[in-house]
């Protein structure tokens, strides 16, 4: 007996519940994009909703699922098996990887038709608009640089949309500094500044020079020199010449337009998604340490209920690179690996 027919011949809800939080139906067959679906987050309420209800009230405790040799029947709890372990980690997966969802949005923005900057011309009300035309060119090239400021520099979206265009410095035709007026660990000032560089051409949708770059030139084109970096966009794509910047309520609503436009659910998705996301990229795909995403992102390691970190994390520990230095695809090779031969970051 599987694990999905035991949890059916239990109660009924349970896997519809769990089935709900992923994209993909259980044929294989990917859900329409306007069926309501639950996030991860609920997925693992329920794991162990079901865990308990298997575990406690029937009796069979927290062994794991298998079958048994002596009886050749299955015994143990359902919840607590291989299969449902790998369905969920391969759904946290489907809803984290922010770093390729960044990519279809560049190629998707910078589409011809989609992503042209367009003079003014009034239009009537009632005349129907494509499913792309949501946004023009000028929103889109915010959004891109929003997502990529929040992603590469692990900020909340409160602190990317109260950035001024006085806190940006090109140190080089290659790099840029950001200095933050303020931050939630560093509410009265002093925030180390984030050094962005130009980044290889595969990786042009992550590159904070060009976001920055092709943003900069549309605030410049409307006469905007000093305030918010990013301000309102009405609805004929005009940018707000008041210094006022962009709400997270409008930004949120504009980034999941932008999901549904590459056809992705964007329930599961908010604000803090690009924190998370650009945290997981450093971590997994840049393979920087956790002492290195901390002095990076501003986050204390002061970490001392968890034991784990105590040993990653030492007080006496001092940081090995300049700060300048961090996200430079050009520095000086490190010290060479006499077991793999390595000696670049891999950034």
């Known amino acids: 007996m599987s694990e999905l027919s035991y949890f059916r011949s239990v109660d009924n809800s349970l896997p519809t519940c769990l089935i709900r939080c992923d994209e993909i139906n259980p044929d294989g067959t990917a859900k329409?994009?306007?069926?309501?679906?639950?996030?991860?987050?609920?997925?693992?309420?329920?794991?162990?909703?079901?865990?308990?209800?298997?575990?406690?009230?029937h009796g069979l405790g927290s062994l794991t699922w298998h079958k048994s040799e002596v009886s050749g029947r299955m015994v143990g709890n359902p919840s607590v098996s291989d299969t449902v372990a790998i369905y969920m980690t391969s759904l946290r997966r489907r809803k984290v990887e922010l770093q390729e969802i960044i990519r279809d949005l560049y190629?998707?923005?910078?589409?011809?038709?989609?992503?042209?900057?367009?003079?003014?011309t009034p239009g009537k009300?009632?005349?129907?608009?494509?499913?792309?035309?949501?946004?023009?060119?000028?929103?889109?090239?915010?959004?891109?640089?929003?997502?990529v400021l929040a992603f590469l520099c692990l900020l909340r979206f409160d602190e990317v949309l109260k950035i001024r265009l006085e806190d940006i410095e090109f140190v080089s035709?290659?790099?840029?500094?950001?200095?933050?007026?303020?931050?939630?660990?560093?509410?009265?000032?002093?925030?180390q500044p984030f050094y962005?560089?130009?980044?290889?051409?595969?990786?042009?949708?992550?590159?904070?020079?060009?976001?920055?770059?092709?943003?900069?030139?549309v605030l410049?084109?409307?006469?905007?020199?000093?305030?918010?970096?990013?301000r309102k966009v009405g609805a004929s794509d005009r940018i707000s010449v008041d210094n006022e910047h962009m709400t997270s309520e409008t930004f949120l609503e504009m980034f999941r337009n932008n999901l549904v436009d590459i056809r992705i659910f964007p329930a599961p998705y908010g604000t803090h998604s690009f924190?998370?996301?650009?945290?997981?990229?450093?971590?997994?795909?840049?393979?920087?340490?956790?002492?290195?995403?901390?002095?990076?992102?501003g986050w204390s390691t002061d970490f001392s209920s968890?034991?784990?970190?105590?040993?990653?994390?030492?007080?006496?520990?001092?940081?090995?690179?300049?700060?300048?230095?961090?996200?430079?695809p050009n520095r000086a090779p490190s010290v060479k690996c006499y077991t793999c031969g390595r000696s670049c970051h891999c950034i």
Not at 107 to 120: E, F, L, R, T
């Open 275 to 297: 924190r998370r996301g650009g945290c997981q990229w450093l971590y997994t795909t840049c393979r920087w340490g956790l002492r290195r995403i901390c002095d990076w992102g």
């Open 196 to 217: 962005l560089y130009l980044l290889p051409e595969p990786l042009a949708y992550l590159c904070p020079v060009r976001a920055l770059a092709e943003w900069l030139e």
């Open 306 to 328: 968890m034991t784990i970190v105590k040993y990653l994390i030492s007080y006496a520990d001092d940081s090995q690179e300049k700060r300048e230095d961090f996200m430079n």
């Open 125 to 147: 009300r009632s005349a129907p608009k494509k499913d792309h035309e949501w946004a023009g060119g000028r929103a889109r090239r915010l959004l891109q640089c929003a997502y």
């Open 32 to 57: 329409p994009h306007t069926e309501t679906r639950n996030g991860y987050v609920h997925a693992q309420k329920m794991r162990a909703a079901m865990t308990y209800a298997f575990g406690r009230i």
């Open 173 to 191: 035709p290659t790099c840029v500094k950001l200095t933050l007026p303020f931050c939630k660990t560093h509410q009265f000032g002093n925030v």
């Open 220 to 230: 410049e084109a409307a006469g905007v020199y000093e305030g918010y970096l990013f």
């Open 107 to 120: 190629n998707h923005n910078h589409q011809p038709g989609v992503g042209d900057i367009k003079s003014y």
